[in-house]
C-alpha cells in the first residue's frame, strides 16, 4: 500500500480556508485518495476522496497533483467544529483495507 | 445517511473476563470491519467481513475472535481480555466490494482492561 506523508500539525484563523497537504509519492494508477477526520474521542469521518480530477463536496474541496504525487485537501471557511486530526489515505488496491498514518492535527483559531 | 452505532462508549473490564463489543450499521452494508485506535500506532484492523458467517483476518488478529450471524450486526469477542486490548476500538462498514469504497465509522468503545 502506498504511504503517506502529512504534516503533524497546523494551525488556522476561524474563517479562513485551512489547506491540508499530503504526499503519496508512491501511488499506484489504480488507487483512490481518500480524507477524513477525526474529532477528539469520536470515531473518523468522511470528508472526500478523488483519483485524478478535482473533487468538491460539502465539506471540503481536494486538488490532486497532475503526477498524483501529492494532493491538498481544502476546508474553504475554517470554524472551530473543524479542529480535529485529519487523515490522508491511498486505498490499496486489493481487499477493503483503510490505513491510517497518524495525521495532522488541524486547530483552528478563534 | 449512514448511521453505524456500537453498544458502549465506555468499557472497563478485568483481566481474563470475556468482553462482548456489538456493532449495528443500518444502511444494508455488506462490509463489516473492526480496527484498533492507539497512540502512535493510527488504526490498525482486527478483522473484517464480507457477507454474513464470513469473517477475514486482518494485521492483528491474535487475541480476538468475530461473529456476524446477520448482515446489520458484526461483533468483536475478547475471549479473555488482557491489560495490552485496552484501546479505542471503531467499526466501520462499507456498501460492497468495490475497490474505491467508502467506509463509514462508528463512534467508538474505548475499553478500559484492569
Known amino acids: 500500500d502506498a504511504k503517506t506523508t502529512q504534516p503533524p500539525s497546523m494551525d488556522c484563523a476561524e474563517g479562513r480556508a485551512a489547506n491540508l497537504p499530503c504526499n503519496h509519492s508512491?501511488?499506484?494508477?489504480?488507487?483512490?485518495v481518500y480524507w477524513y477526520r477525526q474529532i477528539h474521542s469520536q470515531g473518523p469521518q468522511y470528508i472526500i476522496h478523488g483519483l485524478k480530477n478535482n473533487e468538491t463536496n460539502e465539506m471540503a474541496s481536494l486538488i490532486i497533483t497532475e503526477d498524483r504525487k501529492s494532493s491538498t485537501l481544502i476546508l474553504p471557511h475554517a470554524t472551530l467544529r473543524d479542529t480535529a486530526v485529519y487523515y490522508c489515505?491511498?486505498?490499496?488496491?486489493?481487499?477493503?483495507?483503510?490505513?491510517f498514518g497518524t495525521g495532522t492535527s488541524l486547530t483552528v483559531i478563534p | 445517511d449512514v448511521k453505524v452505532t456500537q453498544s458502549s462508549r465506555y468499557l472497563v473490564k478485568r483481566t481474563g473476563e470475556k468482553v462482548f463489543l456489538e456493532c449495528v450499521q443500518d444502511m444494508d452494508h455488506e462490509n463489516m470491519f473492526w480496527y484498533r485506535q492507539d497512540p502512535g500506532l493510527g488504526l490498525r484492523l482486527i478483522y473484517f467481513s464480507y457477507d454474513v458467517k464470513m469473517k477475514e483476518k486482518g494485521d492483528i488478529p491474535e487475541g480476538y475472535s468475530v461473529s456476524r450471524e446477520k448482515k446489520e450486526r458484526f461483533s468483536l469477542i475478547l475471549e479473555s481480555a488482557s491489560t495490552n486490548q485496552t484501546s479505542m476500538y471503531l467499526c466501520?462498514?462499507?456498501?460492497?466490494?468495490?475497490?474505491?469504497?467508502?467506509?463509514?465509522f462508528g463512534p467508538g468503545t474505548r475499553l478500559l482492561v484492569l
Open positions: 489515505i491511498v486505498r490499496v488496491h486489493t481487499g477493503n483495507q483503510f490505513y
Open positions: 466501520a462498514s462499507s456498501l460492497g466490494r468495490d475497490s474505491q469504497e467508502t467506509q463509514y
Open positions: 508512491t501511488i499506484s494508477g489504480n488507487e483512490y
